[in-house]
Each structure stands twice: as structure tokens, then as C-alpha cells.
């Protein structure tokens, strides 16, 4: 203001009021000086005025310099009185904090206005707020601090600025409103979303209610979800606080604007009693029940000796002597099967697989933890965490949100233990590949075995949030809300309608294909489990391809349907201009809009294929190094091996009397040996550092991609920092890049390479072999 009084030339069109708008009393009268003097005065509040404009919910119509907002409605006089006290309350906030400022008292134009040439600080503080009062604000120096009631509405509502304290200005010793920001990014950041406030201190504030106003707001292509917390009288409807915010509503450019308040007054939600919640509690007695009967059958069979006594396999063996259904059930038994522990074989080892699994599942917890809120509830300061100032720029930051690779871990997994155990079979029962046999026996008894193996734990989780989920919650701030991926929040995105009406789908594991608008609307994370029962059905026929056709014919199918998955899912996101990153994909294109890259591209079976083949390919390769061993060490009896060795076991827990007896010998054979490692050192390492730099590769290389010039750049290929066709590439490569070195680093510690103990070390421990099964049925919850 001061500035612009030194350059009447330059800025008077942005301080000039009419006269008219100035009391007669005190307009300034003599020369240049006063002139100057005026306007300094008139900036200030010009200045207050969009102070007031940009804080306030309502004002009272006073004169044009103030914004009026829309009228409260009459029929309750004191509700209206209590938020129009809101608006002088912000009013007389800011121009408290402008006339305490020392660069504005200290100024001699301005104390010349202000006529205290010679007065003490605070008399010229004074003497601004009664200035300012005169220009139509609504404020004076004996209005003093804002009411309790008022301070209550504006400290505890969620704003862009929170006051949170008065403190001494250290220049002038004044008291001055500290404010402060809520977003701590530049403009061409992205704005916080969601301004809670502090919902229990005003719940709990004498005659206060917390509302929690729902909505989105569009930034660039992307439509946000953004909530906002105001605390007002309890006396106030919600329709009239509704009203009152319609300024602050357009101001902000919030669409929807869905309204709900709390007070601590209000009674508990009666609980709704329903058919699916009864049958619901009566599944749930019923398990109670065969727990009960199964464990108490198992104490019951081992007589009146001290329980803790026994060991794990004698409780085992005497559960196993009651009734088949009940010993199922008993918790003893269930839990002592925690703690077994394979027998060790000395060629292959695949305890690393235990402890992949279970890391692998944390990692995909870190990552939601991390990004659900932002396709859902929102962070308060989710520019603090988003592109272009957000923590995704940092290059360490991104082993939370590559937590997405660790779905590519279960994927190899899955493809490797299913083509291992489907070769076991038909190794053992040549018959089941017979064509009458492959389709009548081999083929629907691996899709059964499998479907129970994974829906009887699915099913009772589907069946729990459908019914009794939402109470675990009930009353909480953002139980309920609206907003979120697929149109829900909380508990939206877990229990709805929508899955109410298609659970079936997710038993069908076609709930990635069915319904395309309410994929995201049950159990979210789902999609993986409808991936991997799809992707499954290959397996049996290329196990059929494979020992039919012979192994050549096997390689060739596999090696093509991996590089199609991967130069289709190149293709689609270089066609429709995806951005290759499930995070921004999914705030660029609203979810139910078409194309999607995190429905269509990221949850599709068929560009998700290539990790579970490459799991596949792991397990033939395997195969193909035990085949070749077996056949090295079994030999007739007095005839060395190469190096003058007596031939070792076989590997995957054969011994030398089976594979002689495959081979048309029975006896005869000599001593065993250790079998040689599939690699040397210097191969061993070698593989290690190029499986270790691709996998680092594709988790810390996309920080770059986050590294905007704005966020909404980042939505764009257009303007985002990586090239189209890298992105494309990226996008179709990144999920087999990942499967490749998992696969070898994987193959090499089974195999017991040199130089592989340290895989052994951190996955291979004893103590990982008691998680998984805990960690599977926490990947459901």
C-alpha cells in the first residue's frame, strides 16, 4: 500500500475511490501530500476488502467495497446474527494483522494519515483500525478481540489460513493473528483439497456442531475429491449453513456440496437389522461352534494329560482321530500346522519363497496406506505428497508407491507354483493328459481345487463386509462420506450397492470384466484375485502343450503370448495417450469414464499376463535343470562320476532308488553326492547386479516422471517429462522387466548359487514359513 502511494501515476486506477465513498469527516484536504496520504489509507482497505472476500462466509451489505455473500434465510434471526458476527470476526482479523505490521506504523505517510506523528505504536494501531472502519469495513478500535463463539467458528473450521494463536509482533510488540498456511506449495502446486478443522474441539465447544461439507473440484482433466470442515451454531440448520456457504462454495469452485453436521448431542444410529446380516451372525455362531467342538474333540482324545506337554504332532495325530469335519476345525490343530516347518533338502531350498510372500504383502499395505486416501478421502495436504512439489519427486519415496510391483511378485508366484505343481501331476498320472481325461479330470479338478482353495476365505470376507463391516466404523467423521474411486469413501468403496447386487461377480472372479462402473465399488483390491484365477485357465494347456507337443512347441507359445501381452499393453497406452503410472492414471481420467488406464489397462487380465508367464517359463526352467541333474548323478553301481565323486540325492526331494527304478533299475547304485550348482560365482554375481539394477530400475526410475512444471502437466503426455514413446514403453515393459529379475535372483537362490546366502538370510528364515498363512487372509482384509 505504501508502494503504491510513492507512484500515484503508475497505480492511482488501482487505489482511486470515488469521493463519495469517503466521509466527509475524513477526507484529507491539502495538496499532494494528503492526496498520497488517501490513497495510502485507501489501499489498505481495498487490501482488507479482499482479505474479507477470500476468508468470509457471509457479510452483511454495508457498502460496495464489500463482497455480499447469499443472505442466510430469515426464519432463524439468530443463526443469521451469529454468521454474519463470523464475517466481522475475519474482517477484524486481517486488518488487525495489517495494523500491527511495523513496515506500515513505522511509515511516515501512513502515521500522518493515520494523525500520529508523535503517538506511541499501539495509538497508531488504533487509529488504522478506526481508518479502516471509516472506509465501510466493519470494524473499529473498540470492536476488541472476536467473541468465544466466533473464535470457535473460525479456529476450529477448516480454512486455507488456520489462526491458530495471537502472539507479540517482535518489531512492534503488538498482538497480531498468526496465520497459517495449509499448503506450504507454490502456485503452480496443487491446492490442498480438504480442510478438516479440528473436529472434536468443536464438537465439544458450548453450542457448537461440526458439518462436513463433501465434494470435487476440476484441476486440469482430473476431478479431485475435496472436503471441508466448518464449525458453526448448533442452532443452525444444515440447510441454512448451506446457504450461507454458496459464496465460499463458488469461490473455491466446489461442485456437489453435500452437507452433514454432527453434534455431540446427537443419538447413536439405530442399528439396522437385516436378512443378510442374520444369516450372517448365524455363519458366524456356526464357525464358533465347529471351533469349539474340534478343539474341545481334540483335548478329549488326548486324555487328562497336561495339553502344553504334548507336542505339536501328537496333538495333530489326536485330532485326526475324531470325526474328519470336526478335527478340521480344531484351533489346536490349526495352529500347530503354523508351526511346521519343511524338512530341509540340501540341493534346493525354497524357504525364500515364505518370506517373499509376506514382504511382498506388507509392500502392498505400505503402498495403500500411501494412495487410497488420494483416490478416496483425500489427504488435508496432498500436495505434500503429489506431483510437482509432492514427496512422489523424491527419488527414496518411491519404494511406497512402487509397492504396485509387489502385485507382480504374487503374480510370478502364482504362475511358478502352478506350472510346478500341475508338471508334478501329470509326471506322476501320465493318463491325465489323454484328451478325454485333460478335459473331464485334469483340467476342471485343478480350476475346482483351486477356486475352493481361495473362496472359502473369500467368501467369508465378502460376506463380512457386506453385512456387519460398516458397523466397525459407525459414526465416525468420514465413515460415510460420498466421495472416493467408484463413488465412495470409506466404506462406500467396501460396502455398496453395487457389490450387494453383484457378489456373485466376485465369486465368478470376473469382477474385473463385470460390471465395467462398479468394479472399484466392492472390495477394490479384488481385482487381483479375478487376474490370477484368468490367467490360471492357461496353465493346464500349456502344461498339455508342453509334455504333448514337446517342449519346443511349449517355449514358442509361452515366449509368444508374453511378448503380445506386453506389445499390446505398449500399444493401447501409446494410442490413447495414457500416463503409465496407476496414480496418475486414475486421477486423469475419471473412473468412469472410457478409456481408463487403471481399469482398462492396469486390472486387465491379458496386459497383466506377463510376470505370471514368466513365473511359468521359471518353473520349466527349474524342471529342465533338476531333469539334467537327475541325470547326471544317477548311475551303476561302481561307476564314478565326472571328478571321481559318488553320485548325490536328487533334487525336489527324490531319492536315487526312485529315479533307478524310472529308469529300469532297482539296485545297484552307488553313495550319493551333492549335485553341481546351475552357475559359477562370477555368473552367480553377475546376474544378481543385472537382476538387482532392473528391478531398481523400473521401482526409482518413475520419480522423474513426477518432476512437473505443474501437476497438471504431469496428467498429460503431452507436457510431462518423459518422452510419449518412453512412456508407452514404460508402460508395456515395466511389469515383465520386474518378472524377469525377480526370476533369476528367485532361481538363483533356489538353486543354491554361490553367492546367493544373503537371499536365504533375509527371506529365507525359519520364522517366514509361520506367516504366510496369516498374510494371505491379510491380503483379503
Not at 501381452?565 to 490413447?576: A, F, K, L, Q, R
Not at 531319492?655 to 533307478?660: R, S, T, Y
Request: aromatic fraction near 10%.
Amino acid at each position: 500500500a505504501c508502494r503504491s502511494a510513492r507512484r500515484p501515476t503508475r497505480r492511482r486506477a488501482s487505489c482511486a475511490v470515488e469521493p463519495a465513498m469517503v466521509p466527509e469527516a475524513r477526507r484529507p484536504h491539502g495538496g499532494r501530500r494528503h492526496a498520497l496520504v488517501s490513497a495510502a489509507l485507501v489501499c489498505v482497505g481495498v487490501s482488507m476488502r479482499f482479505c474479507a472476500a477470500a476468508a468470509a462466509d457471509s457479510l452483511p451489505a454495508r457498502t460496495p467495497l464489500v463482497e455480499v455473500a447469499d443472505a442466510t434465510p430469515a426464519n432463524n434471526p439468530v443463526c443469521q446474527n451469529s454468521l454474519n458476527a463470523l464475517s466481522g470476526c475475519t474482517v477484524r482479523l486481517a486488518a488487525e494483522a495489517a495494523c500491527s505490521t511495523a513496515a506500515l506504523l513505522n511509515n511516515s505517510i501512513a502515521r500522518a494519515a493515520f494523525g500520529c506523528r508523535n503517538k506511541t505504536l499501539a495509538e497508531c494501531s488504533t487509529r488504522c483500525m478506526d481508518g479502516l472502519g471509516a472506509f465501510g469495513l466493519p470494524l473499529n478500535s473498540s470492536h476488541g478481540h472476536c467473541s468465544v463463539q466466533e473464535q470457535l467458528m473460525k479456529q476450529y473450521s477448516g480454512t486455507p489460513q488456520l489462526i491458530v494463536a495471537f502472539v507479540p509482533d517482535p518489531t512492534t510488540g503488538l498482538e497480531k493473528p498468526m496465520l497459517l498456511p495449509a499448503s506450504v506449495i507454490d502456485a503452480k502446486g496443487l491446492p490442498s483439497l480438504s480442510y478438516f478443522g479440528d473436529y472434536q474441539r468443536c464438537l465439544y465447544g458450548d453450542g457448537m456442531q461440526y458439518c462436513l461439507l463433501e465434494g470435487s473440484i476440476d484441476v486440469g482433466p482430473a476431478t479431485l475429491q475435496a472436503l471441508m470442515g466448518v464449525c458453526r451454531p448448533s442452532i443452525c440448520s444444515e440447510d441454512e449453513i448451506q446457504e450461507n456457504l454458496k459464496t465460499t462454495l463458488s469461490r473455491m469452485k466446489l461442485d456437489g456440496g453435500n452437507l452433514h453436521c454432527h453434534r455431540a448431542t446427537d443419538a447413536a444410529p439405530p442399528l439396522e437389522w437385516t436378512t443378510g446380516r442374520g444369516v450372517a451372525l448365524g455363519v458366524f455362531a456356526a464357525i464358533a461352534a465347529l471351533s469349539v467342538a474340534g478343539t474341545g474333540l481334540c483335548y478329549r482324545g488326548l486324555g487328562a494329560r497336561d495339553i502344553a506337554a504334548v507336542g505339536p504332532q501328537e496333538r495333530t495325530n489326536a485330532g485326526s482321530r475324531a470325526p474328519s469335519l470336526l478335527s478340521a476345525w480344531s484351533l489346536t490343530r490349526n495352529l500347530d500346522s503354523f508351526h511346521k516347518l519343511r524338512a530341509p533338502d540340501p540341493d534346493v531350498d525354497f524357504s525364500s519363497l515364505d518370506g517373499l510372500r509376506v514382504v511382498s504383502t506388507a509392500w502392498v499395505i505400505l503402498g495403500h496406506t500411501l494412495i487410497w486416501p488420494l483416490l478416496s478421502v483425500q489427504w488435508e495436504n496432498a500436495g505434500m505428497v503429489l506431483p510437482p512439489n509432492g514427496r512422489l519427486t523424491s527419488t527414496f519415496f518411491q519404494i511406497v508407491p512402487g509397492g504396485y510391483f509387489a502385485v507382480d511378485t504374487f503374480f510370478w508366484l502364482s504362475g511358478f507354483l502352478g506350472a510346478k505343481a500341475l508338471h508334478s501331476k501329470v509326471r506322476k498320472a501320465p493318463s491325465l493328459l489323454s484328451p478325454l481325461n485333460f478335459c473331464f479330470r485334469l483340467f476342471p479338478m485343478a480350476l475346482f481345487t483351486r477356486w475352493l482353495r481361495l473362496s472359502i476365505v473369500y467368501a467369508f470376507v465378502l460376506l463380512f463386509t457386506q453385512t456387519w463391516y460398516r458397523e466397525i466404523g459407525r459414526g465416525g467423521l468420514l465413515w460415510n462420506i460420498g466421495t472416493g474411486i467408484g463413488g465412495g469413501g470409506c466404506v462406500s468403496s467396501i460396502d455398496s450397492d453395487s457389490c450387494k447386487k453383484y457378489w456373485w461377480v466376485q465369486l465368478l472372479y470376473i469382477n474385473n470384466l463385470y460390471p465395467r462402473d462398479g468394479a472399484l465399488s466392492c472390495m477394490g483390491w479384488s481385482w487381483y484375485l479375478a487376474n490370477d484365477m484368468q490367467l490360471f485357465l492357461l496353465v493346464p494347456f500349456l502344461v498339455l502343450l508342453r509334455e504333448r507337443a514337446g517342449k519346443l512347441a511349449g517355449w514358442c507359445t509361452l515366449s509368444l503370448l508374453t511378448v503380445a501381452s506386453i506389445v499390446m499393453t505398449t500399444w493401447v497406452i501409446w494410442h490413447y495417450k495414457f500416463v503409465s503410472d496407476p496414480v496418475l492414471g486414475q486421477l486423469g481420467r475419471p473412473g468412469d469414464s472410457w478409456p481408463n488406464y487403471s481399469r482398462d489397462v492396469y486390472q486387465a487380465s491379458w496386459f497383466r499376463a506377463s510376470p505370471y508367464l514368466i513365473g511359468v517359463a521359471s518353473a520349466w526352467i527349474l524342471d529342465a535343470e533338476l531333469s539334467a541333474r537327475r541325470a547326471a548323478v544317477v548311475t551303476p553301481a561302481g561307476q564314478e562320476l565326472a571328478g571321481g565323486v559318488t553320485p548325490a540325492p536328487l533334487l525336489g526331494g527324490m531319492d536315487i532308488e526312485d529315479a533307478a527304478a524310472g529308469g529300469g533299475r532297482s539296485n545297484g547304485l552307488a553313495a550319493r553326492r551333492r549335485p553341481p550348482s546351475c552357475c559359477g560365482p562370477l555368473t552367480s554375481a553377475a546376474l544378481q547386479c543385472i537382476s538387482l539394477a532392473a528391478m531398481a530400475f523400473v521401482v526409482y526410475y518413475p520419480a522423474t516422471r513426477y518432476q512437473c512444471d505443474s501437476f497438471t502437466a504431469c496428467l498429460h503426455v503431452e507436457t510431462a517429462p518423459w518422452p510419449e514413446w518412453f512412456n508407452a514403453v514404460y508402460g508395456g515393459a515395466n511389469h515383465a522387466v520386474w518378472g524377469l529379475g525377480l526370476a533369476c535372483l528367485m532361481h538363483l537362490s533356489i538353486a543354491r548359487a554361490p553367492g546367493t546366502g544373503w537371499v536365504a538370510f533375509l527371506l529365507g528364515a525359519d520364522f517366514w514359513q509361520r506367516l504366510p498363512q496369516p498374510g494371505h487372509g491379510a491380503g483379503f482384509l
